[in-house]
């Protein structure tokens, strides 16, 4: 399902929003929505409906493979619900950025989900998802998140059984959402409190570690006896506690993992701490301003402003008031972009919400 590619890991800190929230900007964004042809029909019935950047280009993501991402790809997604009370659908839109996709590809997502809300009217809520630190309502929307190595230059789609190369892929989680990933072909990958299977092509090994769970085993389950169908090949369920040192599954694995130079940049442990910010340009120019730190409530908030929550383990939620500046209205998601830079914790989830949406994920971030 996937080739393997060496790439430079993205530089989160060489990313550059400046064009983001420009007069010039916006008004490229909406000519260029009502001129692209993977926009048609986005956001008017309920359900997902997601699209690959592929060498500049929004490309639609084959429904078969809706919770599958390549860590060399960025992605958009569109969850449209029913807003109950409201003629119109909620909307909710995230890029979704692989950990070596590249700065041209990471550019791109993030500036055609802004012209893809600017499309819709801007009514929906902008998130920002990172590979590995994914928010919970975007995990929700999937029940096995795939995470393979490779992407849009790969081919992935046309290797047949006898040319893949062997992987190793991780099952873990819980009932609610069980990730997959693909890790290290070697020993030192597996542990026992989770499920991985070995896909040697026309050879596929599961293995289940001792203290793993039945829904991981379920889920590995599930995932094997698609590969099978799909290559008409074997497969074999293996036990940790009854397998000996010498079996085919282990054979297949080195000892250890080669070095990985390209280890994130994470800032340290995320805690629940809170600090709330109030972004404002009447002084001439944009600033953020430090108002508290611990508990917010909703009398927090004015509409005359740009207010930035940051939960140390939930993310950045940017909150724009209906009494902005044009400025404060436009650039929500380089204000948390930037401010995470300084941080360096740039892996954080990311939403913007604008004062009268839908506000369940910000309302948990601020009673959590």
């Known amino acids: 399902m996937a080739g393997l590619r060496k790439a430079k890991k993205y530089n989160w800190k060489d990313s550059n929003m400046a064009l983001f929230g420009s007069k010039t900007d916006r008004e490229v964004k909406k000519s260029s929505a009502q001129t692209e042809p993977a926009w048609e029909g ?7 409906q997601i699209w690959r950047i592929v060498k500049f280009k929004v490309t639609h993501w084959p429904k078969e493979q809706y919770g599958h991402f390549y860590d060399g790809d960025s992605y958009i997604i569109l969850k449209t619900t029913d807003n109950p009370g409201n003629s119109e659908l909620a909307l909710h839109v995230h ?7 590249s700065q041209d590809e990471y550019g791109t997502a993030a500036y ?54 062997p992987r190793l892929l991780h099952f873990s989680g819980s009932r609610r959402t069980v990730e997959v990933n693909e890790v290290p072909l070697c020993r030192s990958s597996l542990n026992t409190n989770d499920v991985f299977i070995l896909d040697l092509g026309r050879e596929i090994y599961q293995w289940n570690g001792s203290d793993s769970s039945k829904d991981e085993r379920f889920k590995a389950m599930s995932f094997l006896s698609q590969l099978k169908a799909e290559r008409s090949a074997k497969s074999e369920t293996l ?23 390209d280890s994130d940049d994470e800032g340290g442990e995320d805690s629940d701490d809170k600090s709330f910010f109030k ?12 108002l508290k730190t611990g508990d917010v409530s909703w009398s927090d908030f ?21 009494g902005a500046s044009d400025a404060e209205k436009k650039n929500g998601m380089p204000y948390a972009h930037n401010y995470l830079q300084k941080q360096k914790k740039c892996y954080l ?19 959590a």
């Open 239 to 261: 036990e940790e506690s009854m397998l000996h040192g010498e079996h085919k599954f282990y054979a297949a694995l080195t000892e250890t993992a080669e070095p990985d130079d």
């Open 112 to 165: 055609k989900t802004v012209e893809l809300d600017t499309l819709l009217d801007d009514r929906a809520v902008q998130h920002r998802e990172v590979q590995g630190h994914e928010s919970a309502l975007f995990k929700s929307y999937f029940e096995t998140i795939v995470t393979m190595d490779g992407g849009a230059d790969t081919g992935f789609r046309h290797v047949t059984p006898e040319e893949y190369k």
């Open 95 to 101: 890029f979704w950025i692989g950990k070596h996709s």
């Open 302 to 322: 004015k509409a005359e402003d740009v207010f930035l929550l940051h939960h140390g383990s939930l993310g950045v939620f940017v909150w724009v008031g209906k």
């Open 349 to 367: 989830p990311i939403t913007v919400i604008r004062q009268g949406q839908d506000s369940a994920d910000l309302t948990l971030a601020m009673s």
């Open 279 to 290: 972004v404002s340009d009447t002084s001439g120019k944009v600033s953020m301003t430090k």
């Open 42 to 48: 986005a956001g008017q019935v309920e359900g997902l």
